[in-house]
């Protein structure tokens, strides 16, 4: 039983010493031209504008953090979400008869999760919604 052992032993070390002495292989790689130009128009689809200057919709994240009738109140808690955090951008809109304000860029969800449980104790009716989102902003 021994023996066996010894010889495989040997049989293993001579196996890896000849496949480590085989590093000398040659790669060529083959690809369709168009590979290129498919992956730089994916890089411009995610931040949103094309070589041309177009710009297109990229979707992602943001909280709300008001929706009610009040004009006067709305402006207050944009400016309120503006004194804790002026590193994100506000976006007020008015969809007859009551007023939102939304705040954020985010590309993924956890992260706009992440400022929605920050802002609860602040904000109570925060939510968070799929939107077309600035991409510019959401990079930075």
Same mark, same amino acid.
């Given at each position: 039983?021994?023996?066996k052992?010894?010889?495989l032993?040997?049989?293993?070390?001579l196996a890896?010493?000849?496949?480590?002495?085989?590093?000398? %292989?040659k790669?060529?790689?083959?690809?369709?031209?168009l590979i290129?130009?498919?992956? %730089?128009?994916?890089?411009?689809?995610?931040?949103g504008?094309?070589?041309d200057?177009?710009t297109?919709?990229?979707?992602?994240?943001?909280?709300?953090?008001y929706?009610?009738?009040?004009?006067?109140?709305?402006?207050?808690?944009q %400016?309120?979400?503006?004194?804790?955090?002026?590193?994100?951008?506000t976006y007020?809109?008015?969809?007859?008869?009551?007023?939102?304000?939304?705040?954020?860029?985010?590309r993924?969800? %956890?992260?706009?999760?992440? !400022?929605?449980?920050? !802002?609860?104790?602040? #904000?109570?009716t925060? #939510?968070?919604?799929?939107?077309?989102i600035n991409p510019?902003k959401?990079?930075?």
């Amino acid at each position: 039983m021994k023996f066996k052992n010894n010889i495989l032993i040997i049989a293993f070390t001579l196996a890896s010493f000849f496949a480590s002495a085989q590093n000398e %292989a040659k790669v060529t790689v083959v690809k369709n031209p168009l590979i290129d130009s498919l992956i %730089a128009r994916r890089i411009a689809l995610t931040k949103g504008v094309l070589k041309d200057g177009t710009t297109i919709p990229v979707y992602g994240y943001r909280v709300q953090i008001y929706y009610g009738p009040d004009r006067k109140q709305a402006y207050n808690e944009q %400016a309120r979400f503006k004194s804790y955090y002026p590193e994100y951008e506000t976006y007020l809109s008015y969809m007859q008869p009551n007023y939102s304000i939304k705040v954020g860029d985010f590309r993924n969800k %956890a992260d706009a999760q992440k !400022l929605s449980n920050d !802002l609860r104790p602040a #904000f109570p009716t925060v #939510f968070v919604f799929n939107l077309p989102i600035n991409p510019l902003k959401a990079d930075e």
